[in-house]
């Protein structure tokens, strides 16, 4: 089952996408798909909070930063992943190192298939995005370009999910599917 959790900036995503990558496999096999580079102390004590946060559910923790299909050989077949976050692993590939600070044009697409081949894969895996792009202010074209992109790759992920998922002001509101009891 592929599940996708959408919502806004710290409302609880991570905590919820764990618990339902837990109901999903009871029998454990789960794998924490850790996409952030941490920039700053804030990161780094967000990062700390999400580890705390999972000890003792049986996560075992998977940095991966870029191409994300490449965690499906480090895991068992049977694995639940959860990847902790779309949004982080997108903007890790629009800028890696090698490209001096320009986006990296490849990117989007570059994503798309990495997680499209990891929830074709994957026994289980529960995506965790955010969903920055509905307000109506326009800003720069940099941030116009990311939340486009971002959008696009949800809206991936959504076609190849049976459950969709936006977490709003503390509402859970299913879009598609729902989680097994």
Sequence with gaps: MNVLISGGCKNGKTSFAQDIAVKLSPEGNRYYVAT????DGEDRERIARHIED???MGFATLEVPRNIA???PLAKPDATFLVDSVTALLLNELFPETHNGEADPDAVDRCRTGLRKLAEGAKNAVFVTDYIYSDAM???EFTEN???SLAALDCALAEVCDVVIELCAGNVIF???GIPE
Aim: hydrophobic share 25%; glycine share 10%; net charge positive.
């Design 36 to 39: 952030m580079i941490p920039y």
């Design 138 to 140: 326009r800003y720069d």
């Design 146 to 148: 990311y939340r486009a």
């Design 70 to 72: 490449s965690c499906l």
């Design 175 to 177: 879009h598609k599917g």
């Design 54 to 56: 999972r000890a003792g």
